[in-house]
T-cell receptor, first 109, second 114 residues
Framework: KNEVEQSPQNLTAQEGEFITINCSYS?????LHWLQQHPGGGIVSLFM???GKKKHGRLIATINIQEKHSSLHITASHPRDSAVYIC???????????FGEGTQLTVNP | EAQVTQNPRYLITVTGKKLTVTCSQN?????MSWYRQDPGLGLRQIYY???????DKGDVPEGYKVSRKEKRNFPLILESPSPNQTSLYFC?????????????FGSGTRLTVV
């Protein structure tokens, strides 16, 4: 079983819809990261979380440490949000980063 | 502009011919790391460095070497590349401690070993 599981693997939405991507992990962590990978391959950090909730524009990320679960929400989705969204956890033992398999999001106009 | 610079962007090489992929950051970040990305396997960490002269293995270090002689540079060395090292490679850096977005990634290096 993977230490980091994301769901769904693929998600198709209509422009304007509210989107949720989930991430569950099974190890002790010091931080959780949400990343965005564009079709061209470049990777951008969206959030780093160790507790609670963060918001940046239309993106909101939450984490529940007790339940070992995080969610990434996109409000009023837009075709330019189409990308792969990747959850990664930084383990408490050392500084290794372990990644989920990613969620391919497609937002249609 | 704050960035992580990887070179080359694309590289085709032959089995056994030593190569180095360079990574440089201009943000004075202490932490640097290398990852490979493969279809169906996602991103996996190869090596990381917490500071100058401090390096440690990630999940898939076999066949790779790294060095951290200066804070800004973290080259990835393939002493004897093999076809199973064909992959998309990313370098990243971050400031240890504190808040912020986390990692800054390079643009990637697509390596093909024939």
């Amino acid at each position: 079983k993977n230490e980091v599981e994301q769901s769904p693997q693929n998600l198709t939405a209509q422009e304007g819809e509210f989107i949720t991507i989930n991430c569950s992990y099974s190890v002790g962590i010091s931080a959780l990261h949400w990343l965005q990978q564009h079709p061209g391959g470049g990777i951008v950090s969206l959030f780093m979380l160790s507790s609670g909730k963060k918001k940046h524009g239309r993106l909101i990320a939450t984490i529940n440490i007790q339940e070992k679960h995080s969610s990434l929400h996109i409000t009023a989705s837009h075709p330019r949000d189409s990308a792969v969204y990747i959850c990664a956890v930084r383990k408490t033992s050392g500084s290794r980063l372990t990644f989920g398999e990613g969620t391919q999001l497609t937002v249609n106009p | 502009e704050a960035q992580v610079t990887q070179n080359p962007r694309y590289l085709i090489t032959v089995t056994g011919k030593k190569l180095t992929v360079t990574c440089s950051q201009n943000m004075n970040h202490e932490y640097m790391s290398w990852y490979r990305q493969d279809p169906g396997l996602g991103l996996r960490q190869i090596y990381y460095s917490m500071n100058v002269e401090v390096t440690d293995k990630g999940d898939v270090p076999e066949g790779y070497k790294v060095s951290r002689k200066e804070k800004r540079n973290f080259p990835l060395i393939l002493e004897s590349p093999s076809p199973n090292q064909t992959s998309l490679y990313f370098c990243a850096s971050r400031q240890r401690g504190g808040e912020g977005l986390g990692y800054t990634f390079g643009s990637g290096t697509r390596l093909t070993v024939v």
